[in-house]
Nanobody
Framework: DVQLVESGGGSVQAGGSLRLSCVAS????????MGWFRQAPGKEREGVAV???????KYADSVKGRFTISRDNAKNTVYLQMNSLKPEDTAVYYC?????????????????WGLGTQVTV
């Protein structure tokens, strides 16, 4: 099956760290861009960080310097290391795959999504 499965969410105090993982299966993972997005209650889904097939990354201004996206093509996995977490980082975090590394979660750009993992700060 073609799928993305996130893990690593949880509850953490402000200033703490978490590392999210997203494992891809069923397609040629290394050829595609990967993105982390989040959605807080009552808010629209927003881009957090994206990484292209060459490893070039982009970040939302709100997380620059605190979050790091990386990918391990041998493990078909993308990571999001989150440090210095703030209460405003509380959201469900989703990974998605697409052909372009853009920060807006357009459904025509990101056509495969995981089910999400909750992060509470």
């Amino acid at each position: 099956d073609v799928q993305l499965v996130e893990s690593g969410g949880g509850s953490v105090q402000a200033g703490g760290s978490l590392r999210l993982s997203c494992v891809a299966s069923g397609y040629t993972y290394s050829s595609y861009c990967m993105g982390w997005f989040r959605q807080a209650p009552g808010k629209e889904r927003e881009g957090v960080a994206v990484i292209d097939s060459d490893g070039l990354a982009k970040y939302a201004d709100s997380v620059k310097g605190r979050f790091t996206i990386s990918r391990d093509n041998a493990k078909n996995t993308v990571y999001l290391q989150m440090n210095s977490l703030k209460p405003e980082d509380t959201a469900v975090y989703y990974c998605a795959t697409g052909t372009r590394a853009i920060m807006v979660p357009y459904p025509w750009e990101y056509n495969l999504w995981g089910l999400g993992t909750q992060v509470t700060v």
